[in-house]
């Protein structure tokens, strides 16, 4: 009898281990996912700069339209003509508007005229304005410097404006750049003035009078309307000094430390 066979059962072969990645060994742990990384925390800079690049824009503009209207507003009150407006750039406008302390303001005004007197030009220059409410001023200019420019035409028109009687018999008016003179016509009568500067006042110093009004009454009906001029420029401006053009006369005017008058001392500045 032959033994008997026996017959051995395999073991089944357990499966491999799942694969593992990273470092030898396969001990690692999967990398965890993070909600930011470094390319979006820039692009969130750049959002928040870009932001805030726009808010500091749009409140340098509006800071600016807002300060163009008042001080136009002011400059056309106190020159009673049409005018432009222009601001310093350093340091931002938006900085200076909000510490009320300006560098530089310039003003032009239409040519129109300046007051009392037509066809005159200003080109005004302010320097450290503040804006900084007292008890008897709204603040300081630090410094102020004109230039106006007043034409023949301009200066025909004013005396017969202002002059009356007197100004009604002027037909003209025409300049001698050599000798520094305005000539006054009146049909074949003529008034020569030279503009001159006293004590901070512009002044029409007669020379010589052609007809039958004498002398001593032109000269005070010239004087008045120069002292109507001169005492209603603000801010304590005062003339420099004058020349005579082939267009007109120019005078320099200038300013300095001057006090910005409140509303019940000049109602052209109530805005400020």
């Not at 005396?159 to 037909?171: K, R, S």
Request: proline residues 7%.
């Amino acid at each position: 009898m032959q033994p008997t066979q026996q017959i051995h059962r395999r073991e089944p072969i357990p499966p491999p281990p799942p694969p593992t990645f990273g470092a030898p060994g396969g001990d690692e742990k999967p990398r965890r996912r993070h909600g930011f990384n470094k390319t979006s925390v820039a692009l969130v800079a750049v959002i928040v700069l870009a932001l805030l690049a726009g808010g500091l824009a749009a409140g340098e503009l509006y800071a600016r339209q807002r300060a163009d209207n008042i001080l136009t507003e002011v400059a056309e009150c106190v020159t009673e003509d049409g005018v432009k407006i222009s601001f310093g750039v350093n340091p931002p406008f938006l900085w200076q508007h909000i510490t009320g302390h300006y560098t530089n303001i310039s003003v032009t005004t239409d040519g129109n005229r300046v007051q009392s007197a037509d066809g005159m030009t200003a080109e005004v220059t302010l320097a450290d304005v503040r804006l900084q409410d007292t008890g008897d001023s709204k603040g300081t200019i630090g410094s102020l410097d004109a230039t106006l420019s007043w034409k023949s035409a301009g200066i025909k028109d004013t005396v017969a404006a202002n002059l009356p009687g007197v100004g009604n018999l002027v037909t003209g008016v025409r300049t001698d750049p050599a000798a520094g003179t305005v000539i006054l016509e009146a049909g074949d009568n003529s008034v020569s003035a030279k503009p001159v500067v006293t004590d901070g006042d512009l002044n029409l110093q007669v020379l010589d009078v052609t007809g039958p009004l004498p002398k001593e009454a032109v000269q005070t009906a010239l004087n008045d309307l120069t002292k109507k001029l001169n005492d209603n420029y603000p801010l304590g401006i005062q003339a420099d000094s004058v020349e005579v053009t082939d267009s007109g006369v120019v005078g320099t005017f200038s300013s300095r430390d001057a006090a910005i008058p409140k509303e019940d001392a000049n109602p052209c500045f109530a805005r400020l």
